[in-house]
């Protein structure tokens, strides 16, 4: 049941990330642009916790699977600063 949990959350993440792309592409609105980087972020970061958990369990791949998170949001931060001023 977990893998299942697993690869939807990938999935949901990864067309989140689509569709935030496609909408800048469409609208060039900068706000979008950090959004989007920060949701492919969070999908690299499900898909390797499919393939940290799932694919290959004996091997810990924490800092792989955690660094595109972190830079996902730091991005998302920096434009939320960017953008309001």
Partial sequence: MAEAVYLLCALTSVVCAALL???????RVRLMLW???CFVGLALNN?????DLVLTPRTDLWVVRT???????????FGLVWESE
């Fill in 21 to 27: 792309v496609r909408s800048y592409a469409a609208t």
């Fill in 35 to 37: 959004s989007a980087l």
């Fill in 47 to 51: 898909v390797l916790l499919y393939v």
């Fill in 67 to 77: 660094v595109p998170a972190v830079v996902g949001i730091a991005l998302l931060v």
